[in-house]
Every structure is written in structure tokens, then in C-alpha cells.
């Protein structure tokens, strides 16, 4: 019904010479990016002729796609960004291990207020200013340009396949314990292949899927911690929380667990393009995400720390399920064991997405070349795919400490550049539409910054050289590759599209000329990438 309105709409009014026809039509196609001073400062504009077929067909295709392509709501994002960043208490095992359960409580209960907070506001203010695929690379290039823009996504694409590699290798970690042959040697590394293949499978079909897979697993991955906290409750000794050894504390262990648990807030950025209103739903997911990955460390930790005699040295990897069998028996331990695996199998989905997308973002705005803009027949970022578990099969062999430490540091390069970001475009484009806003001034989210900045600054200290080496090795590769795509581009060896970039410069507000006088008679509103804005004319 609402296409046939539409026809008529344009079919209607005199196209000229008194016949039936097509009027004027004006179709803009709006990026988000607006100046409160008025006036759409980045759009791509199409002016049709009268009587076109091609304005109707043009409009008719876009309404087609925004209908079927299908958006994700708040429940499947809250799942996907509770898989971005945490997928349960599977991991926090070491934390104890390293520090104590002391620290190991402590740790969960601050950090996300040194990090994890501001990480996720600083998330929801720039994805709902920025609703594109490609999120935190969006972002640095409106401040800073594309060739940062293109560093940043450089840094968070490797650090984002890394991270992926480690849950076919956690998923086998704990199989196991169930199937000893998965331990080592060739049936351990073939399976790594069958997993890494199986679950790009099922991120190829559609992030719809994917998002419904998340909600089911994260309901499966928690309840078997609420069933052991419950019945925690009359073993629990509240003095052996507060056991510690500072002279045996491994703080490089401590900080990077706590940090890998804790971070890739601004993952779910990258897939902005595709949630449904994301300027109302980012927020709210980024906030109920951020209490179920807080209360899902703290709560198992309390009750697995408190009700069993603490042996720090037991605690690694796959200690839950042993604590789940001291506290319910052999159900509650094979219980824990399922949902660690399903819970790797989720972590996977949300990264995968998050990494591919980014590419399709990137392809998008012409860092890339065209062939990474193109979508499956599922909507989904075929080559960003393909990309993405090629490199978790890659470093999926690497040792499982040496992948978190080397995603970290670079996670850390990319994220001072995303702090950095956020604070010059808060400076430098006051006046820039942002549907949620953090409630502090300018001076106030410095301040907020500062502690983030200095958790990155020490978490990167305790690097070894390797890693170290290794990172900025990868780091100025990056900054060799995009001259290297722009002069492709400039050759025309490779086909890109047309950059749609936000430069510094575009989202200023000139402030000098009322709206009238700019000729922009649109009213001032915030536009959704995916929006059309029509103009019926006269003809004339």
C-alpha cells in the first residue's frame, strides 16, 4: 500500500504538456551529519528530471530495501554487545589466579567504572552522532581525517581478529575435558578449522540470526551461574574474599585479564548502520549491556571465591566447572561446561560481525576497495567474512596469553585515538547533532578520560618487547598501506566508490548565514543514514 501511494503521488501531477506524467522529484539521500545550524552537511544529491522513470524506480528500491532488510532491535544488540565484551564469567578464572580473589573482586567492581563506563558513553554519543557501518572509524575520520580514520580501523580490525581466534581455542579448552583427543595434535587443529568454518557459516547467513542466536545464548550461558550463586549461598564464608598475597601478585596477568574482560565496548558501533532507530536503542543497550556484564563477573565470583576453601593456584581456564561441582554436584559442573562452549560460539558470532562489518563500513566510505561494500545475498559482508576468519585461523595457533596481550596493545593504540577523537570533536564541532549527549561539559569529559587513558597508558607497559616489536610493526605497516590503496585509487588499478567521508570541516557550523539564505528549506533534524527525503514539484 505504501508503494502504490507513493506511485501515485508521483504519477499524478502534470508532468508537463497536460498529459499523465511524472512531476519533479528531488530525491536526497542523508547521511546523519548535521550542523544545529541547519543545512544537511553531508549528502549525496540526486536531481532527476521530470518525467524520469528512473525517480520512481530509484525511491521504490530504497523503501524496498529499507522494508526487507532486517534491523536489529534493543534485545538482540544488548546480546550482541553483552558477547562483544564479556559473554560470561568463562576467562575471569586467571584474575584469581594472578591477584587474589580480593583484587580479582575488587578489579571487576572498579575497572568498569575507570573503563568500561566511559568507554561505553563515550560509544553511545558517537554511534548516535554517527549512525554508519564502520562506527569508531567514522568517528576518527570526521576528527582527524581518513588517513587516521584508516589507521584506527588498521588497529581495531587486527585487534578484533585476534580476539577472535582465542574462542575456537577456549571452545576446545574446555571440550577436553570432555574429549581428551582435542588436547593436542592433529584432531585438536582440525577442529580448529571445522569450528573457525562452521561459525562464519552461520555469520554468513545474516546478522538477524545472528543477533536471535545471541539472546538464546546468553539467556543458556547465565542461568547456570544464577542456579550456583543460589546455591552458594549457605557455604559462602565472607572472610575468604578478602584473602591476598601483594608480594605474589602478577599484575602484568591481573591488568591484561581484567582488560580483555572489560573493553571492546565500541565494538558494536561498527554494525550502526543496521540496528533499528539507532540513536533511542544504542543507548539503552549500551546500558543494560554494561549492568549484566557486571553483575555476571562480580555475582560468580563472589559466590565461587566465598564458598569453596581458596587455592589461587587452581584458578585458570575452566575452573568454574570444577567450582560448580564442588557447590551442586556432577549436573551443575557439565551444566557450566555446555554453556562455556555455547558462550565461546556466541563470543565468536559477535565478534565476526563486528570485524566484518567494519569493512563493509570502510569499503563503504572508499578506504577500501569496492569489492569489500559488496553484501551477500543474506545482506551480510561476504568479503569482510572471508577476511576476518582467515585471519582467526592464522593466529588461532598462537598460545592463548600471547594473543590477549599482543590484541590488547594494539586495541590500546586504537582506542588512544579514539579518546583523542572524542575530545577534539567536542572541542572543534559544539554544535554537531547528537542525540545522546554525556551529561558533562567539555572540561568533564577530559576529567572522565583521564583515569581510561591512564589504565591504557599501564596496561601497555606491561607488554613484552615481543609483543611490543610486533604492534608497531603492524602499526607502520598500516601506515604504509593507505598511501599505498590511495595510489592505487589514483591509478585507477582498483575500483572504489565514491568517498563519503565526514571531514572536520563538514559538520562545522558556520553559524554566518540563516537557513533561508543557504537555500536548505529542510527543517533541522537529525537524518538516519538509510533515510529518503522526497520533493514534489510543479513540473516546472
Given at each position: ?304 571465591t566465598g564458598a569453596i576453601t581458596p587455592n589461587d593456584a587452581l584458578w585458570e581456564s575452566g575452573y568454574f ?220
Open positions: 500500500m505504501r508503494l502504490r501511494r507513493l506511485h501515485r503521488l508521483f504519477c499524478t501531477r502534470g508532468g508537463g504538456g497536460g498529459g499523465r506524467g511524472c512531476g519533479y522529484v528531488r530525491v536526497r539521500r542523508m547521511g546523519p551529519y548535521r550542523s544545529r545550524g541547519g543545512g544537511v552537511t553531508l549528502a549525496r544529491r540526486k536531481e532527476m528530471e521530470p518525467g524520469s522513470p528512473k525517480a520512481l524506480e530509484s525511491v521504490i528500491s530504497d523503501l524496498h530495501v529499507k522494508r526487507t532488510r532486517p534491523k536489529l532491535g534493543l534485545v538482540p544488540l544488548v546480546a550482541l554487545i553483552f558477547y562483544e565484551v564479556s559473554g560470561g564469567p568463562f576467562g575471569v578464572e586467571d584474575s584469581v589466579k594472578a591477584g587474589g580473589p580480593l583484587l580479582a573482586i575488587v578489579g571487576f567492581l572498579v575497572f568498569p567504572f575507570v573503563w568500561s563506563i566511559p568507554e561505553a558513553l563515550i560509544t553511545a554519543e558517537l554511534a548516535t552522532a554517527f549512525p554508519e557501518n564502520g562506527g569508531y572509524v567514522v568517528w576518527i575520520s570526521a576528527a582527524f581525517g581518513e588517513f587516521w580514520g584508516f589507521q584506527e580501523g588498521w588497529c581495531k580490525w587486527i585487534s578484533g581478529v585476534a580476539d577472535n581466534a582465542l574462542y575456537p581455542v577456549l571452545f576446545l579448552d574446555y571440550f577436553k575435558r570432555v574429549v581428551p583427543l582435542f588436547a593436542d595434535g592433529p584432531a585438536r587443529y582440525i577442529a580448529l578449522i571445522v569450528i573457525t568454518i562452521l561459525l562464519t557459516y552461520l555469520n554468513y547467513r545474516g546478522l538477524t540470526i545472528v543477533g536471535m542466536t545471541a539472546v538464546f545464548l546468553t539467556g543458556f550461558s547465565l542461568l547456570p551461574f544464577v542456579v550456583l550463586s543460589f546455591m552458594s549461598i549457605p557455604k559462602i564464608r565472607p572472610k575468604r574474599w578478602g584473602a591476598v598475597n601483594l608480594n605474589r601478585v602478577n599484575w602484568g596477568t591481573y591488568l591484561n585479564t581484567l582488560f580483555w574482560n572489560l573493553n571492546y565496548w565500541d565494538s558494536a558501533s561498527t554494525l550502526a548502520g543496521e540496528v533499528e532507530k539507532p540513536q533511542r536503542t544504542f543507548p539503552k543497550a549500551l546500558m543494560w549491556a554494561v549492568l549484566i556484564v557486571i553483575v555476571g563477573y562480580v555475582v560468580p565470583l563472589l559466590a565461587g566447572a570444577d567450582v560448580g561441582k564442588a557447590i551442586g554436584g556432577p549436573f551443575l559442573k557439565w551444566w557450566i561446561e555446555i554453556a562455556a562452549l555455547l558462550s565461546n560460539m556466541g563470543l565468536f558470532e559477535a565478534e565476526m560481525s563486528s570485524d566484518s562489518f567494519q569493512l563493509l563500513g570502510m569499503g563503504e566510505m572508499g578506504m577500501l576497495p569496492k569489492v569489500f561494500a559488496k553484501r551477500s545475498k543474506h545482506g551480510t559482508p561476504l568479503l569482510g567474512i572471508l577476511f576476518s576468519a582467515s585471519g582467526v585461523l592464522l593466529l588461532s595457533f598462537m598460545s592463548f596469553q600471547e594473543i590477549v596481550e599482543f590484541l590488547n596493545f594494539l586495541y590500546c593504540i586504537a582506542m588512544l585515538i579514539e579518546f583523542a577523537a572524542f575530545i577534539y570533536l567536542r572541542l572543534s564541532q559544539p554544535n554537531l547533532v547528537r542525540p545522546y549527549k554525556i551529561p558533562f561539559g567539555t572540561v568533564g569529559v577530559t576529567v572522565m578520560s583521564i583515569p581510561a587513558i591512564g589504565l591504557i597508558i599501564l596496561v601497555m607497559c606491561y607488554a613484552s618487547w615481543k609483543t611490543i616489536v610486533v604492534s608497531v610493526g603492524l602499526f607502520l605497516l598500516g601506515m604504509m598501506t593507505y598511501p599505498t590503496l590511495q595510489h592505487a585509487k589514483a591509478k585507477r588499478w582498483v575500483a572504489f566508490v565514491d568517498p563519503k567521508v565526514v571531514r572536520p570541516a563538514d559538520v562545522a557550523d558556520s553559524g554566518a548565514a540563516p537557513q533561508a539564505e543557504r537555500g536548505d528549506p529542510e527543517p533541522r533534524v537529525p537524518s538516519g543514514s538509510n533515510s529518503v527525503h522526497i520533493e514534489l514539484g510543479s513540473g516546472r
